[in-house]
């Protein structure tokens, strides 16, 4: 499903989701940015601020953040709101990160859920949360390791940035793995 565009409503506004090559993704996010804004899109209109690796296109009003795991980019935008997305493939391996880097109000229920539903289900929250967690940074900022990564997000609400954890097959991405969006309103 690579190229075709999948929208999701949030609180906060609509979000257009897409799969793009991750070899070369940049030239691939301005082709398809272009397309659905109907105006050339390049390098050039691609901006960072000092101190920030957050992509802006500061001329063109438009909010646009991608995420790359393994082969796959999912970029995403919206004229509404800031955006922030992140997809994480799993591996049994990680789990035991919660520990050392979750809020402990996280990491009780990883282990909670652990005891009573499994390693799988547990390892799918973990992904859940980190998901959450990346794409709550991409889209309100701040310091990722002393903020945002020891931060709960067991909930989807947290100040006005709005988490929706989204099924990553309507995307075509196949597979164990988590993708999360994060919306807050612009300005």
């Known amino acids: 499903m690579e190229g075709e565009w999948q929208t999701v409503s949030t ?3 609509t979000v257009y989701l897409a799969v793009v090559p991750k070899a070369n993704h940049r030239e ?15 390098a050039q209109d691609l901006k ?5 690796t957050r992509p802006e296109f500061p001329e ?3 909010d646009a953040n991608w ?11 919206s004229r509404e709101c800031r955006v922030g997305i992140d997809l994480e493939f799993h591996s049994r391996d990680r789990l035991k990160l919660a520990d050392r880097f979750y809020s402990g109000e996280e990491v009780e229920r990883i282990h909670q859920i652990e005891q009573t539903e499994g390693e799988s289900a547990a390892i799918r929250l973990f992904y859940a949360l980190w998901c959450r967690k990346e794409a709550f940074f991409k889209c309100f900022g701040g310091d990722f390791f ?6 709960s997000l067991l ?3 947290i100040e006005n940035v709005q988490l929706t954890d989204l099924d990553p ?5 196949q597979g164990e793995c988590s993708l999360c969006l994060a919306t807050m309103p612009l300005g």
């Open 60 to 62: 063109l009003s438009v």
């Open 169 to 173: 097959a309507p995307l075509g991405i």
């Open 146 to 151: 002393e903020g945002t990564l020891r931060r």
């Open 28 to 42: 691939h996010i301005f082709e398809k940015l272009s397309l659905a804004l109907g105006c050339p899109i390049t």
């Open 11 to 13: 609180l906060n506004g």
């Open 67 to 77: 995420t790359h795991s393994k082969d796959i980019c999912v970029l995403a935008y």
């Open 48 to 52: 960072t601020r000092p101190g920030s």
């Open 155 to 157: 909930e989807t609400r």
